[in-house]
């Protein structure tokens, strides 16, 4: 190795790192405020430096013009955040999800801060967050992430940056995609709020002297809860089946 090869492999490191860092910085639960900043930038390094062989041929051989390495490099960086964001949009349903159910069981205004979004958020999609990022990992499915960072230098080689409308669009379909999956996944729980609010409106109008709400908020908490334990397992399996097939499509685009 001679010193006039140096800078072309440093080169290419750096835009390799640009778009796996990219990408890890924005990953659920690769990306939280929670992690250590050093722990990502860590992980982001040694990623890169896994990536380096097979992503090498991708870049120029001459890399010393320093208008192409600019040009380069935001292409780099914007194909990360388009990986990262869609990863965020395809978690964000179980948030979705919980802030419905808080709603109907009348604990919207319990909240707490929520690590994949660094704001507050419902109580609830934040336990359904949590519990989704758990089961990511425990079912391995992140390799699919790993596998789609492959498989988006065949998509998006280095120098063609990514068509905005259709990076939009696409951005836009997994995003109603995460708010269906999330209604669908909060459906038991809006079925009962809906019963049982017929219900309390019949009883307060048949027993007027009854103080209905000082029955309503304890029973649907109650019920609202009792419902979740039961169809938790389905719920979760749903969402799991949701986080394969988007990252399956994203995987072979």
Do not use: W
Request: proline share 5%.
């Amino acid at each position: 190795m001679t010193v006039t090869v140096l800078p072309d492999i440093a080169s290419a490191f750096i835009l390799i790192f640009a778009r796996i860092g990219t990408l890890v910085m924005l990953l659920p639960a690769l990306g939280e405020r929670m992690v250590p900043v050093r722990v990502r930038l860590s992980l982001a390094l040694l990623m890169a430096l896994i990536f380096y062989p097979f992503a090498r041929p991708f870049y120029p051989d001459n890399l010393s013009d320093a208008p192409q390495m600019i040009m380069l490099l935001g292409g780099e960086v914007l194909v990360g955040v388009l990986l990262g964001i869609t990863g965020r949009l395809l978690l964000s349903c179980l948030q979705t999800a919980g802030t419905v159910i808080a709603q109907v069981l009348g604990l919207g205004f319990v909240t707490q801060v929520d690590p994949s979004q660094g704001q507050q958020g419902a109580l609830v999609g934040n336990f359904l967050t949590i519990l989704g990022i758990t089961l990511l990992f425990a079912t391995d499915m992140h390799h699919m992430s790993i596998a789609a960072l492959g498989d988006s230098y065949q998509i998006f080689r280095p120098g063609d940056l990514p068509d905005l409308g259709d990076s939009a669009r696409y951005a836009v379909l997994v995003a109603a995609g995460a708010f269906k999956i999330g209604i669908q996944l909060a459906a038991p729980i809006l079925v009962l709020g809906l019963i049982f609010n017929v219900g309390l409106g019949l009883l307060a109008r048949l027993m007027p002297q009854m103080q209905v709400f000082f029955i309503a908020v304890p029973a649907s908490i109650m019920l609202g809860f009792a419902l979740m334990a039961v169809v938790l397992a389905t719920m979760m399996g749903v969402f799991t089946d949701y986080i394969r097939d988007g990252l399956a499509e994203l995987v072979m685009r």
